[in-house]
C-alpha cells in the first residue's frame, strides 16, 4: 500500500489561526506533507472561496469544528455550514451524515490551563451519541495546555517539548476509545489544533507553536491502495476513504519519523491493513514492521497483551477480540517515549 502523511485540525485566519489557507500550504510544503486538513470554527469560507486543493505537492483540504464551548467536532466531506448545537452534539453529527460526510471528537477530555482562555476546558461531555466515525486521542495544543498549569511549567513545556508528550494520550482518552471500540468500528486519529497564537504573560510573550513545527509533530499517516493523481476530486475521495476506515496510524514524527510502520493481520498469504475487520482464523497472525527499534506493546480489547523490543515482530492471536499496537522508542537511561498508535484490526 502507499503511505502518505498529513497533518489534521489546522486554524486559518478565517477564524482564529494566524495565517492564511496559502501560507499554511506554504509551510505544509516544506515540511513535506502531502496532505493538510483545515477546521476553521463553524464555516467553510476557504471552501466557498475555492482554496481547496493542490498547492505545489500537499492536498489542502477545508472541512470545518462545529460547537463552541462544549462537544466541539471536527467534520470532514461537507458543502454546507452545520449549526452548531452545544447541547444536543447529535444533532450536529445527524446532519454532517446527511450530508455525506463524517467526523471526530475533536479533544474530548482537555484539562485546559489557566494560561488560556481564562482555564476554559472544551471537553465532550456527551457520550450517548451514534454515528460519528472517530476520535481524535491526541491533540497537541490541548496536550501542553494540561502540562502548562501555570507560567514556569508552561515556559518549561514549550522549551523541552519532548517532556511534554513523554507519555502519549492521557489514559481516559485512551480508555474510552478502547471502550468504544469494544462496541463498533472507531477510528482513532491525532490533531494540531495549530493557531498560531501570540500569547502575553505579564514579562514574557511570544508565539506558541508555529505551524511550521506543529506540521513536523504529530501526523496522520495513510494508506491508501494507489498513489495520490493530482486530480482534486480523486484525491479527496481516496483521502477521506482512508480516514474513515481507519487505514492509518498516529506518529510523533519530533520524536523521529514513522514512515515505514506497518501493522496488519496476515491470513493465507492475504494482508489487511490496520482498520481491517477479519474473520478470526487459527492460521492467522499479526505482523508489525518500525523504523526504529522500539518497544512494541500490543493491546488487546483495551488491555496490555504481550510486548516485544525490536524493529519486526510476529504474534499468533489465540482468540477474537480488538488488537491495536503502541510502539515507543526507548534509549539509554531514558523513559521510554510515546512514538505511534495503530488504529486496531478487529478480529471476529
Same mark, same amino acid.
Given at each position: 500500500m502507499i503511505e502518505i502523511k498529513g497533518n489534521l485540525h489546522i486554524h486559518s485566519t478565517y477564524s482564529d489561526g494566524h495565517k492564511s489557507i496559502p501560507e499554511i500550504a506554504g509551510l505544509a510544503q516544506e515540511a513535506s506533507l502531502d496532505f493538510i486538513l483545515i477546521n476553521d470554527h463553524s464555516h467553510l469560507l476557504g471552501l466557498e472561496r475555492g482554496e481547496e486543493g493542490w498547492y505545489g505537492k500537499t492536498l489542502v483540504l477545508i472541512g470545518c /469544528?462545529?460547537?463552541? !464551548? +462544549?462537544?466541539?467536532?471536527? *467534520?470532514?466531506?461537507?458543502?454546507?455550514? #452545520?449549526?452548531?448545537?452545544?447541547?444536543?452534539?447529535?444533532?450536529?453529527?445527524?446532519?454532517?451524515?446527511?450530508?455525506?460526510?463524517?467526523?471526530?471528537?475533536?479533544?474530548?477530555?482537555?484539562?485546559?490551563?489557566?494560561?488560556?482562555?481564562?482555564g476554559w476546558a472544551y471537553k465532550w461531555e456527551n457520550w450517548e451519541v451514534r454515528g460519528y466515525t472517530g476520535i481524535c486521542i491526541w491533540n497537541y495544543t490541548a496536550h501542553w495546555?494540561?502540562?502548562?498549569?501555570?507560567?514556569?511549567?508552561?515556559?518549561?513545556?514549550?522549551?523541552?517539548?519532548?517532556?511534554?508528550?513523554?507519555?502519549?494520550?492521557?489514559?481516559?482518552?485512551?480508555?474510552?476509545?478502547?471502550? /468504544?471500540?469494544?462496541? !463498533? +468500528?472507531?477510528?482513532?486519529? *491525532?490533531?494540531?489544533?495549530?493557531?498560531? #497564537?501570540?500569547?502575553?504573560?505579564?514579562?514574557?510573550?511570544?508565539?506558541?507553536?508555529?505551524?511550521?513545527?506543529?506540521?513536523?509533530a504529530l501526523n496522520v499517516h495513510l494508506l491508501l491502495e494507489t498513489a495520490l493523481s493530482g486530480i482534486l476530486e480523486m484525491d479527496k475521495k481516496m483521502i477521506y476513504n482512508s480516514l474513515r476506515e481507519g487505514n492509518s496510524f498516529i506518529c510523533h514524527d519530533y520524536l523521529a519519523p514513522g514512515k515505514g510502520f506497518r501493522f496488519m493481520a496476515v491470513a493465507k498469504d492475504q494482508s489487511f491493513p490496520m482498520g481491517s475487520e477479519v474473520g478470526f482464523s487459527e492460521d492467522i497472525y499479526f505482523l508489525t514492521e518500525a523504523p526504529e527499534i522500539c518497544l512494541m506493546t500490543l493491546i488487546k480489547n483495551g488491555k496490555v497483551h504481550r510486548r516485544f523490543k525490536g524493529k519486526s515482530w510476529e504474534v499468533r492471536p489465540a482468540e477474537k477480540g480488538v488488537y491495536r499496537l503502541e510502539a515507543q522508542l526507548t534509549g539509554f537511561l531514558k523513559r521510554p517515549r510515546a512514538w505511534i498508535f495503530s488504529n486496531p484490526i478487529w478480529l471476529s
Open positions: /469544528e462545529i460547537n463552541d !464551548r +462544549k462537544n466541539h467536532y471536527l *467534520a470532514y466531506g461537507i458543502n454546507q455550514p #452545520v449549526p452548531g448545537n452545544d447541547d444536543n452534539p447529535q444533532e450536529v453529527i445527524d446532519e454532517v451524515n446527511r450530508q455525506g460526510g463524517f467526523g471526530f471528537l475533536a479533544h474530548p477530555f482537555e484539562k485546559g490551563s489557566p494560561l488560556s482562555d481564562q495546555k494540561g502540562k502548562a498549569q501555570n507560567i514556569p511549567k508552561g515556559l518549561y513545556y514549550y522549551y523541552n517539548r519532548k517532556a511534554a508528550f513523554t507519555g502519549g494520550p492521557d489514559s481516559q482518552t485512551l480508555a474510552t476509545w478502547d471502550r /468504544e471500540c469494544l462496541k !463498533r +468500528k472507531v477510528v482513532a486519529i *491525532a490533531g494540531s489544533d495549530a493557531h498560531e #497564537v501570540f500569547y502575553r504573560w505579564y514579562i514574557f510573550s511570544g508565539t506558541i507553536f508555529h505551524y511550521s513545527f506543529l506540521f513536523k
